[in-house]
């Protein structure tokens, strides 16, 4: 007897036979579906986190220890202690006048450009995804963080509100 499964189709409960996931009546979904399940293997496949991981995120000693930083319990309670004071909204929205939901908390100055205030508070704000690839792209133009850039000696800028303008400028 060969092997069957239940269409994937929502709704649908028709059996399809062992390798199609769809039924004669919604087969042109097949197409899209094993493309999509290729695109996730291809993100979640061992070679390339391991690439990721040892070329791009801990590239040198530096930013190995700047990223294990991220695993201590010491981070851990800052975070919380930010999140907490935050309200979990984004600081930088909130400049604008918009109220955003968000859960990461960002160094507004990088530690990449300045170790010595990796665990202070008053450096740490909440941030939407939007906003922090914002920020993240005017850090890597003003401070020369990244991978490839070279650290520019420039005043830090510890203001939200003034950060904001700056990267809002340049887009």
């Known amino acids: 007897m060969p092997r069957v499964r239940r269409c994937r189709q929502p709704g649908c409960h028709a059996m399809v036979n062992f390798p199609d996931h769809y039924c004669k009546q919604h087969y042109e979904h097949e197409a899209e579906y094993l493309a999509s399940r290729e695109r996730w293997a291809r993100s979640h496949d061992k070679h390339y ?3 990721y991981n040892t070329v791009t995120r801990n590239r040198d000693d530096t930013k190995r220890k700047q990223y294990n930083f991220y695993r201590t319990r010491q981070w851990s309670h800052l975070r919380q202690q930010v999140l907490e004071r935050d309200h979990y909204l984004c600081a930088y929205c ?6 955003t939901a968000a859960k990461t908390v960002d160094h507004i100055v990088p530690i990449e450009y300045d170790q010595a205030i990796r665990d202070d508070v ?3 704000a909440v941030i ?3 906003c922090h690839r914002i920020k993240t792209d005017w850090e890597q133009s003003y401070y020369g963080t990244g991978q490839g850039n070279k650290l520019r000696q420039v005043a830090e800028i510890t ?3 003034a950060i904001n303008v700056l990267m809002n400028k340049e887009r």
């Open 49 to 51: 986190t391991h690439k």
């Open 94 to 99: 909130r400049v604008q006048g918009v109220i």
């Open 122 to 124: 008053d450096n740490l």
């Open 128 to 130: 939407c995804g939007k």
């Open 159 to 161: 203001d939200v509100s």
